[in-house]
């Protein structure tokens, strides 16, 4: 059941120009993935297109200056990462799984059977690794000590969520919401049905926070990321028949929620013709009092400049220099870390 719409307030009258604290360069022209250490002031980056797969690496920056702290080199780019419950990390690169050292990065353990193709969603739970690939509709569960894994068929556009010791969150793009036991042991639990969504994240309060709108659109043999959304939803997760929506005012796509759930961070999208044609840019980064929906930040990077992170718990954003800008080194990109 949705409720009316609510509509988002401005504390700030425009997007301010963000506040660098560190640029840096990466290897890779684009597409570069990144994730936030959990626990320590930390990003970890993995290498873009136009690097050797042989030479492609993991790497560790500090988040106060942006250097390099370890590295590691796994024959393929990393898709995926998570944190495991003894401290390493978990990676998933083309059909590989890997457990690295928390500190140092160094391979400790690795599977390679069944293990999905170019998983790009991964959850540790138990003594099990769930992983999926966005555009294939089922979820994995790789039991890290036998090896065997199990599938269940979901849904596409899948994002996966750890949301209590025992259980994880599948919330397919189509909208189907679903709950299931770590190792998937059983078939997941559908809870709700709610109108498509493009993104979603999941705060320690138990609320599914959900950017409404379409995924992907297709025009004849193209298909391509759908219109940015204005509309944001909620759900908590044991009162799931209730949607609560709210239009921020502001054109998005990714959406990322603070652990203690007091706020709502969105990456905001500025349209912006190249060669005639028309694309949408991840220019901002704002900010919303979960309570009321009041934006009490909203951050803009540099021109050529595109947001791929965001941090609310640390209040920090990554951003790197877009893949339509020219740049004096085809192989490398240029990152930036800012305030918001």
């Known amino acids: ?23 840096t360069s990466v290897p890779g022209r684009m597409a570069h993935r990144l994730w936030v250490h959990p626990d320590e002031d930390q990003v ?7 690097v050797a797969f042989a030479a492609l690496r993991l790497r560790v920056l500090r988040l106060d200056d942006g250097r390099e702290v370890a590295s590691t080199r796994l024959g393929n780019a990393v898709r995926a990462l998570t944190r495991s419950l ?41 003594q099990f690794a769930h992983a999926c690939n966005h555009s294939e509709p089922s979820l994995h569960a790789v039991n890290l000590a036998t090896g ?22 599948a919330a397919c793009g189509d909208g189907r919401i679903w709950v299931g036991s770590f190792g998937l042991e059983a078939m997941p639990r559908q809870i709700a049905s709610t109108p498509a969504f493009c993104d979603s994240a999941l705060d320690g309060r138990g609320r599914l926070w959900l950017s409404l709108g ?21 759900m908590d997760l044991l009162n799931s028949s209730v949607l609560d929506e709210v239009d921020l ?13 007091k706020t709502i961070s969105v990456i905001a999208t500025s349209r912006i013709v190249v060669e005639g044609r028309t694309i949408w840019r991840r220019t901002d980064v704002a900010s919303f009092q979960a309570s009321d929906f009041r934006c009490i930040s909203w951050v803009r990077v540099p021109d050529a400049f595109e947001v791929l992170l965001i941090s ?15 740049q004096s080194d085809p192989a490398a990109a240029e990152l930036i870390c800012f305030n918001f």
Request: charged share 20%; glycine share 8%.
């Open 44 to 50: 970890l980056v993995s290498d873009g297109w136009g």
């Open 148 to 169: 065997a894994v199990k599938r269940r068929r979901l849904g596409s556009h899948m994002q996966i969520h750890p949301w209590n010791s025992e259980n994880l969150v």
């Open 249 to 261: 005012g502001l054109p998005f796509w990714q959406i990322t929620a603070s652990q203690t759930g």
């Open 214 to 234: 379409m995924y992907e659109e297709k025009s004849g043999d193209i298909v391509g990321p759908a219109t940015p959304t204005s509309c944001l939803a909620c």
């Open 312 to 326: 609310p718990d640390k209040r920090i954003a990554l951003a790197a220099r877009s893949s339509d800008q020219s």
């Open 1 to 23: 059941m949705a409720v009316p719409r609510k509509k988002a307030t401005f504390a700030v009258s425009g997007p301010q120009t963000a506040i660098i604290r560190w640029r």
């Open 86 to 126: 003894d401290g390493s990390w978990l990676a998933a690169s083309d059909t590989k799984l890997f457990r690295l050292d928390g500190a140092t990065l160094a391979p400790i353990e690795k599977w390679t059977s069944r293990i999905p193709r170019y998983a790009d969603r991964l959850v540790a739970g138990g």
